[in-house]
């Protein structure tokens, strides 16, 4: 059966093209790789050219399979090449929480993976020579005396429970001179965290990939999947015919499995780029090298790039279409932090599709005998796309447990079906909003 092409692939880019962000302009040129044309045979076929595509491609590739990637456009186009470039600790719910959901032990085989996750995107920075600017750092702070209070116990339990002692925490004094706003009351630094330029680590991902003898085709959109033994992943011009396949789409999945469709939602979130603003002003906004968010449902997160520039991110559409006026919907949201920087030019705009569940936790599920899937990594996903890249190699090749763990924690669907999920999540969302005004 043939399956409609996903609108959100095309409904706010052009074909084929990275957007116009500062991610895309600072990234080296790589030739367009070509398109899927006739019929190959692969191993496995993994469906898209992100983070968990590329990463299980690679050690796909190391344990001695030929694998072939399809992307509908090109290597990092999605939510890879585009976020804010926090490689963060932990999962996107926190371990109080987890061990609520999971259960303590369950809980604490998530620390482990997220933990390794981590040293995985690094240990792959090193020995692929991957120049994607990684800085150690991630401060999370909170604007009301609540907010930090919960950071701060945070960090405790962290350092108790889990023997993370990576944390440097910040009272209200100490987040005013690391970043320059009065706003915050305190929070903490994660050393243990990171931040890199996103599209630099897709591509180089890729490139190692590649070396390893890794297919990687662009502009092949893939239209259906068939299941006859060996599966044959169809595109307008070819088709891949592989013993397995690995959906790797995040918020771009569309219609290609309906039970992570139920369960993953794709949102829009937006991000600018600042004009160079000089060494001595942009460190006067981020006083130490780190990357920054507070802890707001909606977050803010913002960074200095390279050549000096505030990278800030945050803010949400109520329509899977952009706003017309990304830079205007982002630039409120970073006067509020910083009103200062009103007379700035904004060089860069440029919006994304993420993929978020219900409970901020990844969705793992094997939907067919030989059809593994990954995503809603719910904006924490640098790090866990790139381990979760891995645990599906891990999967494909036999060894269930790590994906098991995965796959085991309650992931409910979105309620609403697919023609009301997203006016209720949008809902919802708008309560949020209200919420954190009023905090």
Request: hydrophobic share 45%; aromatic share 8%; proline share 3%.
């Amino acid at each position: 059966m043939r399956i409609r092409s996903p609108s959100l692939l095309r409904l706010n880019d052009r074909p084929g093209a990275y957007p116009d962000s500062w991610y895309a302009a600072t990234a080296p040129v790589h030739p367009l790789r070509e398109r899927l044309a006739g019929s190959v045979t692969a191993d496995v076929c993994i469906v898209g050219a992100g983070y968990t595509g590329l990463s299980a491609a690679l050690h796909l590739s190391g344990r001695g399979f030929d694998v072939a990637v399809l992307d509908a456009h090109r290597v990092g186009w999605g939510a890879s090449g585009r976020n804010g470039g926090q490689v963060g600790s932990g999962q996107r719910l926190g371990q109080g929480a987890l061990e609520s959901l999971a259960g303590k032990d369950a809980a604490r085989k998530l620390w482990l993976i997220a933990e390794e996750a981590k040293s995985t995107v690094r240990g792959l920075i090193r020995k692929h020579g991957i120049a994607c600017d990684y800085q150690p750092g991630v401060a999370r702070l909170g604007e009301s005396a609540a907010s930090a209070e919960r950071i701060r116990k945070a960090a405790e339990m962290l350092e108790r429970d889990y023997a993370y002692g990576e944390i440097e925490v910040l009272d209200r004094v100490a987040a005013a001179e690391m970043v320059g706003t009065d706003i915050y009351r305190g929070g903490l630094i994660d050393w243990g965290a990171g931040h890199l330029h996103p599209l630099n680590f897709a591509l180089g991902l890729a490139d190692a990939a590649t070396a390893a003898g890794v297919r990687i085709f662009e502009n092949s959109e893939v239209l259906g999947i068939g299941d006859d033994g060996a599966a044959a992943v169809r595109t307008d011009h070819g088709q891949v015919k592989a013993t397995a396949v690995v959906l790797a789409c995040n918020g771009y999945l569309g219609a290609l499995d309906a039970g992570t469709t139920a369960r993953v939602m794709p949102i829009n979130n937006f991000m600018i780029a600042t004009e160079c603003l000089g060494e001595a002003r942009a460190h006067s906004l981020i006083s130490r090298n780190v990357a920054v968010c507070d802890d707001r449902f909606v977050v803010n997160y913002f960074r200095l790039s390279r050549d000096h520039r505030l990278i800030y991110g945050g803010g949400e559409s109520y329509s899977y279409r952009y706003p017309r006026d990304i830079a205007g919907l982002v630039r409120r949201r970073m006067l509020r932090v910083f009103p200062g920087l009103g007379g700035v030019r904004v060089d860069y705009a440029w919006g994304g599709t993420l993929a978020i569940t219900r409970n901020r936790m990844p969705y793992f599920a094997r939907s067919r005998r030989n059809v593994y899937t990954a995503s809603g990594y719910s904006g924490h996903g640098i790090a866990m796309a790139t381990m979760a890249g891995k645990i599906l190699a891990e999967a494909v090749a036999g060894e269930q447990e790590r994906f098991d763990v995965m796959a085991e924690i309650p992931t409910p669907a979105f309620p609403g079906g697919s023609r009301f999920r997203f006016p209720l999540l949008a809902l919802a969302m708008t309560w949020f909003r209200i919420r954190d005004r009023l905090a």
